[in-house]
Protein backbone atom coordinates (compact mmCIF):
# COMPACT_ATOMS: atom_id res chain seq x y z
CA UNK A 1 0.00 0.00 0.00
CA UNK A 2 1.31 3.66 -0.79
CA UNK A 3 2.52 5.45 1.97
CA UNK A 4 -0.34 7.23 3.95
CA UNK A 5 -0.21 9.18 7.12
CA UNK A 6 -3.41 10.44 8.66
CA UNK A 7 -3.45 11.70 11.78
CA UNK A 8 -6.50 11.47 14.10
CA UNK A 9 -7.52 13.60 17.09
CA UNK A 10 -10.12 13.74 18.90
CA UNK A 11 -10.50 15.97 22.15
CA UNK A 12 -9.93 14.68 25.62
CA UNK A 13 -12.20 17.02 26.67
CA UNK A 14 -15.01 18.48 24.29
CA UNK A 15 -16.15 21.84 25.66
CA UNK A 16 -19.99 22.70 25.16
CA UNK A 17 -19.56 25.50 23.18
CA UNK A 18 -17.81 23.04 20.08
CA UNK A 19 -21.86 21.30 20.06
CA UNK A 20 -23.56 24.55 20.48
CA UNK A 21 -23.39 24.81 16.27
CA UNK A 22 -24.98 21.36 15.83
CA UNK A 23 -27.91 23.03 18.19
CA UNK A 24 -29.76 20.04 20.14
CA UNK A 25 -29.15 17.12 17.61
CA UNK A 26 -25.67 16.33 19.13
CA UNK A 27 -27.51 15.65 22.88
CA UNK A 28 -30.21 12.72 21.05
CA UNK A 29 -29.57 9.26 20.22
CA UNK A 30 -27.74 8.63 16.86
CA UNK A 31 -25.16 10.05 15.20
CA UNK A 32 -24.16 13.52 14.79
CA UNK A 33 -26.47 16.00 12.21
CA UNK A 34 -24.23 14.29 9.36
CA UNK A 35 -24.18 11.30 8.97
CA UNK A 36 -21.50 9.02 10.11
CA UNK A 37 -20.47 7.10 7.08
CA UNK A 38 -19.17 3.51 6.70
CA UNK A 39 -15.92 3.42 8.71
CA UNK A 40 -13.44 0.63 9.93
CA UNK A 41 -13.46 2.36 13.08
CA UNK A 42 -16.86 1.38 14.94
CA UNK A 43 -18.78 4.01 17.28
CA UNK A 44 -19.70 2.20 20.64
CA UNK A 45 -23.15 0.95 21.44
CA UNK A 46 -25.25 4.49 19.48
CA UNK A 47 -23.02 7.05 21.54
CA UNK A 48 -23.62 10.70 20.32
CA UNK A 49 -20.89 11.04 17.38
CA UNK A 50 -19.48 14.99 17.86
CA UNK A 51 -17.41 15.10 15.22
CA UNK A 52 -16.47 13.22 11.91
CA UNK A 53 -14.35 13.82 9.12
CA UNK A 54 -13.03 11.31 6.66
CA UNK A 55 -11.15 12.28 3.19
CA UNK A 56 -7.99 10.75 1.28
CA UNK A 57 -5.66 10.94 3.90
CA UNK A 58 -7.86 11.90 7.19
CA UNK A 59 -10.36 10.26 9.59
CA UNK A 60 -11.43 11.94 12.31
CA UNK A 61 -13.94 11.43 15.09
CA UNK A 62 -15.04 11.90 18.46
CA UNK A 63 -18.49 10.70 20.55
CA UNK A 64 -19.78 10.92 23.98
CA UNK A 65 -21.51 8.55 25.71
CA UNK A 66 -23.56 7.51 28.71
CA UNK A 67 -21.94 4.34 30.19
CA UNK A 68 -19.05 4.27 32.08
CA UNK A 69 -15.47 4.29 31.17
CA UNK A 70 -15.03 1.16 31.81
CA UNK A 71 -16.92 -0.25 29.35
CA UNK A 72 -15.92 2.14 26.82
CA UNK A 73 -12.32 1.01 27.38
CA UNK A 74 -13.48 -2.44 27.15
CA UNK A 75 -15.10 -2.20 23.94
CA UNK A 76 -11.55 -0.57 21.82
CA UNK A 77 -9.65 -2.74 23.69
CA UNK A 78 -11.13 -5.67 21.85
CA UNK A 79 -11.78 -3.98 19.19
CA UNK A 80 -7.57 -3.37 18.53
CA UNK A 81 -6.44 -6.79 19.78
CA UNK A 82 -6.03 -5.92 23.55
CA UNK A 83 -3.16 -8.38 23.54
CA UNK A 84 -0.70 -5.75 20.81
CA UNK A 85 -1.42 -3.21 23.61
CA UNK A 86 -0.05 -1.71 26.51
CA UNK A 87 -2.75 -0.41 28.95
CA UNK A 88 -2.92 1.54 32.13
CA UNK A 89 -3.36 -0.62 34.57
CA UNK A 90 -5.13 1.28 37.00
CA UNK A 91 -7.32 4.55 36.30
CA UNK A 92 -6.08 7.80 37.94
CA UNK A 93 -7.74 10.05 40.08
CA UNK A 94 -10.08 11.58 37.07
CA UNK A 95 -11.37 7.74 35.97
CA UNK A 96 -9.22 8.26 32.81
CA UNK A 97 -7.71 5.22 30.47
CA UNK A 98 -5.00 5.75 28.09
CA UNK A 99 -3.70 3.05 25.62
CA UNK A 100 -1.35 3.60 23.12
CA UNK A 101 -0.13 0.25 20.86
CA UNK A 102 0.37 -1.05 17.07
CA UNK A 103 -2.24 -3.38 15.38
CA UNK A 104 -1.12 -4.01 11.33
CA UNK A 105 -0.60 -0.99 9.45
CA UNK A 106 -1.55 1.75 12.09
CA UNK A 107 -0.71 2.67 15.22
CA UNK A 108 -2.91 4.40 17.92
CA UNK A 109 -3.79 5.91 21.18
CA UNK A 110 -7.20 5.58 22.70
CA UNK A 111 -8.05 8.27 26.21
CA UNK A 112 -11.24 8.11 27.86
CA UNK A 113 -12.38 9.73 30.55
CA UNK A 114 -15.34 11.05 32.17
CA UNK A 115 -16.72 14.42 30.73
CA UNK A 116 -16.39 17.93 32.98
CA UNK A 117 -18.32 20.88 32.65
CA UNK A 118 -22.37 20.87 31.54
CA UNK A 119 -21.23 18.00 29.70
CA UNK A 120 -21.76 15.69 32.82
CA UNK A 121 -25.45 16.28 32.34
CA UNK A 122 -25.51 14.23 28.55
CA UNK A 123 -22.71 12.22 28.88
CA UNK A 124 -20.89 9.75 31.38
CA UNK A 125 -17.76 9.18 28.91
CA UNK A 126 -15.71 11.32 25.80
CA UNK A 127 -13.88 9.19 23.80
CA UNK A 128 -10.52 10.16 22.00
CA UNK A 129 -8.73 8.40 19.85
CA UNK A 130 -5.35 9.40 17.32
CA UNK A 131 -4.54 7.17 15.13
CA UNK A 132 -2.06 7.00 12.52
CA UNK A 133 -1.92 4.88 9.36
CA UNK A 134 1.20 3.85 8.08
CA UNK A 135 3.41 1.50 5.92
CA UNK A 136 5.30 -1.04 7.88
CA UNK A 137 8.67 -0.06 6.53
CA UNK A 138 8.21 3.19 8.67
CA UNK A 139 7.09 1.80 11.56
CA UNK A 140 9.78 2.62 14.76
CA UNK A 141 8.32 -0.27 16.84
CA UNK A 142 7.26 -3.77 16.56
CA UNK A 143 3.92 -5.57 17.33
CA UNK A 144 3.44 -5.02 21.29
CA UNK A 145 5.62 -2.50 21.69
CA UNK A 146 3.59 0.24 23.01
CA UNK A 147 4.36 4.12 21.32
CA UNK A 148 5.99 6.22 22.48
CA UNK A 149 5.02 10.23 22.53
CA UNK A 150 7.37 12.65 20.79
CA UNK A 151 8.47 14.97 23.30
CA UNK A 152 11.14 16.59 21.10
CA UNK A 153 10.03 17.32 18.09
CA UNK A 154 11.71 18.08 14.65
CA UNK A 155 13.23 21.68 15.23
CA UNK A 156 14.19 22.69 11.87
CA UNK A 157 10.25 21.39 10.99
CA UNK A 158 6.94 23.27 10.97
CA UNK A 159 5.46 22.28 13.61
CA UNK A 160 2.24 20.12 13.13
CA UNK A 161 -1.07 21.62 13.99
CA UNK A 162 -2.36 20.07 17.00
CA UNK A 163 -6.42 19.76 16.91
CA UNK A 164 -7.10 20.76 20.20
CA UNK A 165 -4.77 23.61 19.24
CA UNK A 166 -6.84 24.69 16.34
CA UNK A 167 -10.20 24.46 18.60
CA UNK A 168 -8.34 26.69 21.44
CA UNK A 169 -7.56 29.33 18.99
CA UNK A 170 -11.03 29.45 17.48
CA UNK A 171 -11.94 29.80 20.80
CA UNK A 172 -9.63 32.87 21.93
CA UNK A 173 -10.35 34.84 18.47
CA UNK A 174 -14.20 33.32 18.04
CA UNK A 175 -13.68 32.16 15.07
CA UNK A 176 -14.81 28.85 12.97
CA UNK A 177 -18.36 28.85 14.94
CA UNK A 178 -16.94 29.41 18.16
CA UNK A 179 -18.17 31.48 20.96
CA UNK A 180 -15.14 33.57 22.20
CA UNK A 181 -13.74 32.19 25.72
CA UNK A 182 -10.54 32.98 26.78
CA UNK A 183 -11.01 30.33 29.15
CA UNK A 184 -12.13 27.65 26.89
CA UNK A 185 -8.93 28.50 24.71
CA UNK A 186 -6.47 28.08 27.79
CA UNK A 187 -8.12 24.49 28.14
CA UNK A 188 -7.26 23.65 24.97
CA UNK A 189 -3.99 25.07 24.64
CA UNK A 190 -3.08 23.38 28.28
CA UNK A 191 -4.30 19.70 26.67
CA UNK A 192 -2.27 20.28 23.34
CA UNK A 193 0.92 22.10 25.39
CA UNK A 194 0.95 19.42 27.81
CA UNK A 195 1.52 16.79 24.72
CA UNK A 196 4.38 18.37 23.62
CA UNK A 197 2.69 21.11 21.05
CA UNK A 198 5.02 24.07 20.35
CA UNK A 199 2.00 26.37 18.86
CA UNK A 200 0.05 25.91 21.92
CA UNK A 201 3.03 25.87 24.47
CA UNK A 202 3.75 29.73 22.89
CA UNK A 203 -0.02 30.65 23.23
CA UNK A 204 -0.65 29.28 26.33
CA UNK A 205 2.46 31.69 27.37
CA UNK A 206 0.80 34.50 25.89
CA UNK A 207 -2.43 33.46 27.32
CA UNK A 208 -0.44 33.69 31.26
CA UNK A 209 1.50 36.76 29.82
CA UNK A 210 -1.75 39.12 29.37
CA UNK A 211 -4.03 37.40 31.77
CA UNK A 212 -6.14 36.11 29.13
CA UNK A 213 -8.30 33.33 30.88
CA UNK A 214 -6.13 32.97 33.34
CA UNK A 215 -4.77 35.02 36.41
CA UNK A 216 -2.00 37.32 34.75
CA UNK A 217 2.00 35.44 35.55
CA UNK A 218 4.78 36.59 33.81
CA UNK A 219 6.76 33.79 35.36
CA UNK A 220 4.21 30.90 34.00
CA UNK A 221 4.24 32.58 30.64
CA UNK A 222 7.94 32.57 30.46
CA UNK A 223 8.33 28.81 31.54
CA UNK A 224 5.54 27.89 28.75
CA UNK A 225 7.79 30.34 26.17
CA UNK A 226 10.65 28.46 27.06
CA UNK A 227 9.08 24.66 26.59
CA UNK A 228 8.12 26.39 22.93
CA UNK A 229 11.26 27.81 21.92
CA UNK A 230 13.77 24.99 23.26
CA UNK A 231 11.62 23.06 20.46
CA UNK A 232 13.11 25.68 17.89
CA UNK A 233 9.60 27.64 17.25
CA UNK A 234 10.53 31.10 16.22
CA UNK A 235 7.72 32.96 17.55
CA UNK A 236 8.07 32.04 20.97
CA UNK A 237 12.14 32.34 20.46
CA UNK A 238 10.78 35.73 19.61
CA UNK A 239 8.82 35.75 23.04
CA UNK A 240 11.68 34.70 25.21
CA UNK A 241 13.76 37.55 23.82
CA UNK A 242 11.00 40.05 24.80
CA UNK A 243 11.21 38.64 28.21
CA UNK A 244 14.80 39.15 28.84
CA UNK A 245 14.92 42.54 27.53
CA UNK A 246 11.97 44.07 29.72
CA UNK A 247 12.24 41.62 32.89
CA UNK A 248 8.84 39.34 32.37
CA UNK A 249 9.17 36.78 34.51
CA UNK A 250 12.70 36.63 34.83
CA UNK A 251 15.58 39.42 35.53
CA UNK A 252 16.20 41.49 32.08
CA UNK A 253 19.41 40.08 30.61
CA UNK A 254 19.81 42.16 27.47
CA UNK A 255 22.20 39.62 26.26
CA UNK A 256 20.13 36.66 26.43
CA UNK A 257 17.50 38.77 24.65
CA UNK A 258 19.39 39.47 21.57
CA UNK A 259 20.47 36.08 21.39
CA UNK A 260 17.08 34.44 21.32
CA UNK A 261 15.88 37.14 18.69
CA UNK A 262 18.50 35.73 16.51
CA UNK A 263 17.68 32.44 16.75
CA UNK A 264 14.34 33.35 15.53
CA UNK A 265 15.61 36.07 13.16
CA UNK A 266 17.44 33.23 11.88
CA UNK A 267 14.06 31.55 10.64
CA UNK A 268 13.38 34.75 9.01
CA UNK A 269 10.65 36.02 11.43
CA UNK A 270 10.28 39.70 10.66
CA UNK A 271 9.57 40.32 13.87
CA UNK A 272 12.65 39.06 15.56
CA UNK A 273 14.07 40.53 12.93
CA UNK A 274 13.15 44.26 13.65
CA UNK A 275 13.54 43.19 17.52
CA UNK A 276 17.36 42.65 16.75
CA UNK A 277 17.62 45.44 14.44
CA UNK A 278 16.63 47.42 17.42
CA UNK A 279 19.10 45.90 19.55
CA UNK A 280 22.23 46.66 17.09
CA UNK A 281 20.59 50.28 17.18
CA UNK A 282 20.83 50.47 20.41
CA UNK A 283 23.53 49.13 21.75
CA UNK A 284 21.25 47.12 23.64
CA UNK A 285 23.29 43.33 24.33
CA UNK A 286 25.12 43.27 21.55
CA UNK A 287 28.04 46.33 20.40
CA UNK A 288 26.51 48.86 18.41
CA UNK A 289 26.33 47.76 14.82
CA UNK A 290 24.46 50.29 12.65
CA UNK A 291 24.91 48.51 9.27
CA UNK A 292 23.92 44.96 11.28
CA UNK A 293 20.60 46.97 12.37
CA UNK A 294 19.92 48.38 8.75
CA UNK A 295 20.57 44.55 7.18
CA UNK A 296 17.83 43.20 9.91
CA UNK A 297 15.46 46.31 9.45
CA UNK A 298 15.66 45.82 5.60
CA UNK A 299 14.72 42.28 6.21
CA UNK A 300 11.76 42.20 7.97
CA UNK A 301 10.76 45.48 6.29
CA UNK A 302 10.75 43.40 2.91
CA UNK A 303 8.22 41.15 4.55
CA UNK A 304 6.05 44.17 5.53
CA UNK A 305 6.65 44.09 8.63
CA UNK A 306 5.38 47.60 9.74
CA UNK A 307 7.24 49.19 12.44
CA UNK A 308 10.97 47.52 10.16
CA UNK A 309 9.71 50.14 7.65
CA UNK A 310 9.19 52.49 10.23
CA UNK A 311 12.65 51.95 11.11
CA UNK A 312 14.57 51.82 8.35
CA UNK A 313 12.54 54.94 7.14
CA UNK A 314 14.49 55.94 10.40
CA UNK A 315 17.48 55.37 9.22
CA UNK A 316 17.53 56.63 5.72
CA UNK A 317 16.44 59.94 7.55
CA UNK A 318 19.50 59.91 9.72
CA UNK A 319 21.78 58.66 7.51
CA UNK A 320 22.71 55.26 9.86
CA UNK A 321 24.43 52.76 8.04
CA UNK A 322 23.56 54.37 4.71
CA UNK A 323 23.55 58.08 2.78
CA UNK A 324 20.44 60.63 4.70
CA UNK A 325 17.99 59.69 1.57
CA UNK A 326 14.63 61.96 2.78
CA UNK A 327 13.10 60.59 -0.01
CA UNK A 328 13.89 56.93 0.63
CA UNK A 329 13.00 57.80 4.28
CA UNK A 330 9.36 58.89 3.41
CA UNK A 331 8.65 55.90 1.36
CA UNK A 332 9.40 53.55 3.81
CA UNK A 333 7.31 56.25 6.38
CA UNK A 334 4.47 56.21 4.63
CA UNK A 335 3.96 51.82 3.77
CA UNK A 336 4.32 51.94 6.86
CA UNK A 337 1.75 54.69 7.44
CA UNK A 338 -0.33 52.79 5.24
CA UNK A 339 -0.63 49.60 7.18
CA UNK A 340 -1.84 51.75 10.45
CA UNK A 341 1.17 51.81 12.47
CA UNK A 342 0.43 55.66 14.53
CA UNK A 343 4.20 56.34 14.97
CA UNK A 344 4.77 56.47 11.64
CA UNK A 345 1.96 58.09 10.58
CA UNK A 346 2.95 60.75 12.69
CA UNK A 347 6.81 60.55 10.79
CA UNK A 348 5.05 60.81 7.23
CA UNK A 349 2.96 63.76 8.79
CA UNK A 350 5.97 65.81 10.18
CA UNK A 351 7.42 64.97 6.53
CA UNK A 352 5.25 66.42 4.34
CA UNK A 353 4.84 69.27 7.51
CA UNK A 354 8.77 70.05 7.28
CA UNK A 355 9.16 69.29 3.61
CA UNK A 356 11.79 66.50 3.95
CA UNK A 357 11.38 64.27 1.30
CA UNK A 358 8.71 65.92 -0.60
CA UNK A 359 7.48 69.48 -1.28
CA UNK A 360 5.76 70.94 1.81
CA UNK A 361 1.94 69.74 2.14
CA UNK A 362 0.25 71.15 4.83
CA UNK A 363 -3.04 68.71 3.97
CA UNK A 364 -1.38 65.96 3.83
CA UNK A 365 0.90 66.54 6.82
CA UNK A 366 -3.01 67.11 8.27
CA UNK A 367 -4.20 64.16 7.12
CA UNK A 368 -1.14 61.67 8.59
CA UNK A 369 -1.52 63.91 11.94
CA UNK A 370 -5.05 63.23 12.41
CA UNK A 371 -4.98 59.38 11.79
CA UNK A 372 -2.12 58.91 14.56
CA UNK A 373 -3.88 61.45 16.57
CA UNK A 374 -6.73 59.53 16.31
CA UNK A 375 -5.18 56.11 17.28
CA UNK A 376 -3.68 57.65 20.33
CA UNK A 377 -0.44 59.43 19.05
CA UNK A 378 0.08 62.22 21.91
CA UNK A 379 3.03 64.57 19.49
CA UNK A 380 0.54 63.78 16.40
CA UNK A 381 -2.35 64.88 18.60
CA UNK A 382 -0.68 68.07 19.27
CA UNK A 383 0.10 68.79 15.94
CA UNK A 384 -2.92 68.16 14.69
CA UNK A 385 -4.60 70.53 16.96
CA UNK A 386 -1.89 73.50 16.36
CA UNK A 387 -3.58 73.35 12.82
CA UNK A 388 -6.67 73.71 13.94
CA UNK A 389 -5.70 76.20 16.28
CA UNK A 390 -4.11 78.22 13.77
CA UNK A 391 -5.55 77.14 10.90
CA UNK A 392 -2.87 75.60 8.74
CA UNK A 393 -4.48 73.81 5.73
CA UNK A 394 -8.12 74.08 7.59
CA UNK A 395 -10.04 76.96 8.99
CA UNK A 396 -9.41 77.98 12.44
CA UNK A 397 -11.10 75.36 14.91
CA UNK A 398 -10.88 75.77 18.56
CA UNK A 399 -13.00 73.29 19.56
CA UNK A 400 -11.10 70.63 17.45
CA UNK A 401 -8.28 72.19 18.49
CA UNK A 402 -8.97 71.92 22.08
CA UNK A 403 -9.80 68.78 21.71
CA UNK A 404 -6.68 67.28 20.16
CA UNK A 405 -4.82 69.19 22.74
CA UNK A 406 -6.73 67.88 25.40
CA UNK A 407 -6.15 63.92 24.20
CA UNK A 408 -2.28 65.17 23.87
CA UNK A 409 -2.29 66.29 27.42
CA UNK A 410 -4.40 63.29 29.24
CA UNK A 411 -1.00 61.45 27.97
CA UNK A 412 1.03 63.89 30.01
CA UNK A 413 2.82 65.39 26.15
CA UNK A 414 4.18 68.55 27.50
CA UNK A 415 3.02 70.21 24.10
CA UNK A 416 -0.16 69.14 24.41
CA UNK A 417 -0.36 70.48 28.12
CA UNK A 418 1.26 73.96 27.08
CA UNK A 419 -1.53 74.66 24.56
CA UNK A 420 -3.94 73.63 26.98
CA UNK A 421 -2.89 76.38 29.18
CA UNK A 422 -2.68 78.86 26.21
CA UNK A 423 -6.55 77.41 25.55
CA UNK A 424 -7.35 78.39 28.82
CA UNK A 425 -5.69 81.55 28.95
CA UNK A 426 -7.21 82.77 25.70
CA UNK A 427 -10.59 81.08 25.73
CA UNK A 428 -10.25 79.62 22.73
CA UNK A 429 -12.26 76.44 22.59
CA UNK A 430 -13.13 76.43 26.03
CA UNK A 431 -14.11 79.18 28.69
CA UNK A 432 -10.98 81.50 29.54
CA UNK A 433 -9.52 80.09 33.17
CA UNK A 434 -6.42 81.48 34.57
CA UNK A 435 -6.09 78.75 36.62
CA UNK A 436 -6.77 76.31 34.89
CA UNK A 437 -4.67 77.63 32.54
CA UNK A 438 -1.91 78.04 35.31
CA UNK A 439 -2.14 74.47 36.33
CA UNK A 440 -1.31 73.31 32.39
CA UNK A 441 1.34 75.85 31.92
CA UNK A 442 3.04 74.36 35.51
CA UNK A 443 2.46 70.44 34.04
CA UNK A 444 4.34 71.43 31.04
CA UNK A 445 6.61 73.44 32.71
CA UNK A 446 7.75 70.93 34.89
CA UNK A 447 8.72 68.83 31.71
CA UNK A 448 11.34 71.49 31.39
CA UNK A 449 9.64 72.74 27.81
CA UNK A 450 10.72 76.29 28.06
CA UNK A 451 7.53 77.83 26.60
CA UNK A 452 5.92 76.63 29.36
CA UNK A 453 8.03 77.78 31.42
CA UNK A 454 7.82 81.44 30.11
CA UNK A 455 4.20 81.02 30.71
CA UNK A 456 4.75 80.43 34.00
CA UNK A 457 6.84 83.10 34.57
CA UNK A 458 4.13 85.89 33.21
CA UNK A 459 1.81 84.46 35.40
CA UNK A 460 3.56 85.28 38.02
CA UNK A 461 5.14 88.21 36.72
CA UNK A 462 1.84 89.82 35.63
CA UNK A 463 -0.39 88.29 38.71
CA UNK A 464 -2.70 86.25 36.33
CA UNK A 465 -2.81 83.65 38.68
CA UNK A 466 -1.89 83.27 41.49
CA UNK A 467 -0.55 86.38 42.99
CA UNK A 468 2.43 89.02 41.48
CA UNK A 469 5.62 87.45 42.74
CA UNK A 470 8.28 88.99 40.81
CA UNK A 471 11.05 86.64 42.64
CA UNK A 472 9.08 83.54 41.31
CA UNK A 473 8.42 84.95 38.09
CA UNK A 474 12.18 85.70 37.89
CA UNK A 475 13.38 82.02 38.62
CA UNK A 476 11.10 80.16 35.92
CA UNK A 477 12.14 82.98 32.90
CA UNK A 478 15.60 81.93 34.14
CA UNK A 479 15.22 78.32 34.15
CA UNK A 480 13.40 79.04 30.59
CA UNK A 481 16.25 81.35 29.28
CA UNK A 482 18.89 78.52 29.82
CA UNK A 483 17.26 75.86 28.08
CA UNK A 484 16.95 78.44 25.22
CA UNK A 485 13.72 80.04 25.20
CA UNK A 486 14.89 84.11 23.69
CA UNK A 487 11.85 85.40 25.16
CA UNK A 488 12.88 84.26 28.86
CA UNK A 489 16.42 85.97 27.90
CA UNK A 490 14.64 88.91 27.15
CA UNK A 491 12.90 88.78 30.20
CA UNK A 492 15.62 87.67 32.43
CA UNK A 493 17.73 90.94 31.18
CA UNK A 494 14.19 93.17 31.43
CA UNK A 495 14.45 91.87 35.25
CA UNK A 496 18.00 92.18 36.13
CA UNK A 497 17.81 96.37 34.48
CA UNK A 498 14.95 96.88 36.55
CA UNK A 499 15.80 94.96 39.60
CA UNK A 500 12.46 93.23 39.27
CA UNK A 501 12.37 89.47 41.44
CA UNK A 502 16.51 90.07 41.36
CA UNK A 503 19.30 92.75 42.55
CA UNK A 504 19.41 95.37 39.76
CA UNK A 505 22.34 94.80 37.39
CA UNK A 506 22.67 96.80 34.21
CA UNK A 507 25.74 95.03 32.85
CA UNK A 508 23.87 91.46 33.43
CA UNK A 509 20.29 92.86 31.66
CA UNK A 510 22.35 94.52 28.99
CA UNK A 511 24.35 91.19 28.30
CA UNK A 512 20.57 88.80 28.49
CA UNK A 513 18.69 91.27 26.33
CA UNK A 514 21.70 91.09 24.03
CA UNK A 515 21.08 87.31 23.77
CA UNK A 516 17.66 87.19 23.26
CA UNK A 517 18.47 89.74 20.33
CA UNK A 518 20.56 87.84 18.87
CA UNK A 519 18.26 84.80 18.67
CA UNK A 520 15.79 86.96 17.12
CA UNK A 521 13.55 87.90 19.37
CA UNK A 522 11.42 91.61 18.65
CA UNK A 523 10.84 92.21 22.02
CA UNK A 524 15.17 91.21 22.97
CA UNK A 525 16.16 93.64 19.56
CA UNK A 526 13.53 96.41 20.79
CA UNK A 527 15.27 97.36 24.50
CA UNK A 528 18.57 96.71 23.22
CA UNK A 529 17.67 99.56 20.47
CA UNK A 530 16.46 101.63 24.06
CA UNK A 531 19.70 100.82 25.80
CA UNK A 532 21.75 101.80 22.68
CA UNK A 533 19.63 105.26 22.91
CA UNK A 534 20.11 105.84 26.83
CA UNK A 535 23.84 104.07 27.49
CA UNK A 536 22.23 102.08 29.77
CA UNK A 537 24.47 98.64 30.11
CA UNK A 538 26.58 100.22 27.48
CA UNK A 539 27.47 103.75 25.22
CA UNK A 540 25.16 105.72 23.61
CA UNK A 541 25.18 104.00 20.23
CA UNK A 542 22.24 105.71 17.72
CA UNK A 543 23.63 103.54 14.84
CA UNK A 544 23.39 100.54 16.69
CA UNK A 545 20.07 101.47 17.98
CA UNK A 546 18.73 102.39 14.88
CA UNK A 547 19.31 99.15 13.51
CA UNK A 548 18.26 97.01 16.24
CA UNK A 549 14.60 99.28 16.00
CA UNK A 550 14.41 98.49 12.40
CA UNK A 551 15.10 94.55 12.66
CA UNK A 552 12.16 94.59 15.26
CA UNK A 553 10.12 97.06 13.61
CA UNK A 554 10.10 94.75 10.65
CA UNK A 555 8.98 92.07 12.99
CA UNK A 556 5.33 94.01 12.94
CA UNK A 557 6.20 94.99 16.05
CA UNK A 558 4.16 97.95 17.20
CA UNK A 559 7.02 99.99 20.12
CA UNK A 560 9.59 99.23 17.62
CA UNK A 561 7.53 101.00 14.84
CA UNK A 562 7.01 104.19 16.96
CA UNK A 563 10.75 103.63 18.07
CA UNK A 564 11.37 103.67 14.93
CA UNK A 565 9.58 106.68 13.69
CA UNK A 566 10.93 108.74 16.80
CA UNK A 567 14.83 108.15 14.89
CA UNK A 568 13.48 109.43 11.98
CA UNK A 569 12.05 112.56 13.43
CA UNK A 570 15.20 113.20 15.85
CA UNK A 571 18.06 111.97 13.50
CA UNK A 572 19.05 109.16 15.12
CA UNK A 573 21.56 106.90 13.53
CA UNK A 574 19.81 107.82 10.31
CA UNK A 575 19.08 111.23 8.15
CA UNK A 576 16.08 113.45 9.77
CA UNK A 577 13.51 111.92 7.73
CA UNK A 578 9.70 113.65 8.57
CA UNK A 579 7.77 111.27 5.96
CA UNK A 580 9.43 108.05 6.72
CA UNK A 581 8.79 109.54 10.78
CA UNK A 582 5.03 109.52 9.70
CA UNK A 583 5.13 106.69 7.84
CA UNK A 584 6.35 104.57 11.06
CA UNK A 585 4.13 106.33 13.52
CA UNK A 586 1.11 105.24 11.40
CA UNK A 587 2.13 101.65 11.21
CA UNK A 588 1.94 101.45 15.08
CA UNK A 589 -0.67 103.44 15.84
CA UNK A 590 -2.80 101.29 13.18
CA UNK A 591 -1.96 98.55 15.88
CA UNK A 592 -3.76 101.23 18.80
CA UNK A 593 0.08 102.52 19.83
CA UNK A 594 -1.36 105.50 22.10
CA UNK A 595 2.21 107.62 21.75
CA UNK A 596 2.27 106.54 18.47
CA UNK A 597 -1.26 108.17 17.56
CA UNK A 598 -0.41 110.95 19.83
CA UNK A 599 2.68 111.96 17.48
CA UNK A 600 0.50 111.77 14.37
CA UNK A 601 -1.36 114.49 16.07
CA UNK A 602 1.46 116.75 16.72
CA UNK A 603 2.24 116.22 13.02
CA UNK A 604 -0.99 117.30 11.86
Known amino acids: MNMKKIIIVFLITISLLIFASCENKLYTKGVEYKDYPDSDLPVYDDAVVFFYEEDRDEVEIAFGS ?100 EIGEDYFYGENGYTQSYENAVDYFTQAANQGDMKAQNFLGYCYEMGYGVDQSYSIAFSWYTLSANQGYKIAQNNIGLCYEYGRGVDIDLEKAAKWYELSALQDYAYAQHNLGSAYENGSGVEQDYEKAFYWYTLS ?99 KAYKYFNMS ?103 WVSLAAEQGSRLGQNELGVLYIRGIGTEINYDVAFEMFTLSAQQDYDVAEYNLGVCYENGYGVEIDVEMAKYWYELAAAKGHEEAIEALKEMS
Open 66 to 165: EDDVDDIADFYMDFFEDENVALQDEKDEKDEYEAEGKIEDFLFEIEVEEPRGDLEKYFKSITTIKIEFVEDDDLSVTAGEQVQKNDSPDITAEPETNYLY
Open 409 to 511: SSQDYANGQYYMGLCNERGNGTPRDYELAFKWYMKSAEQDLFDAQEKVGDFYYYGYYPDQNYETAFQWYMKAAELGGKYAKYKVGYCYLYGQGVEKDEEQGFN
Open 301 to 399: AEQEYDRAQNSLGYMYGNGYATEKDYEKALYWYQLSAEQGYSVAQYNTGLYYDLGKGTEINLSKALYWYELAAEQGHSKAQANAGEFYYFGYATEVNYV
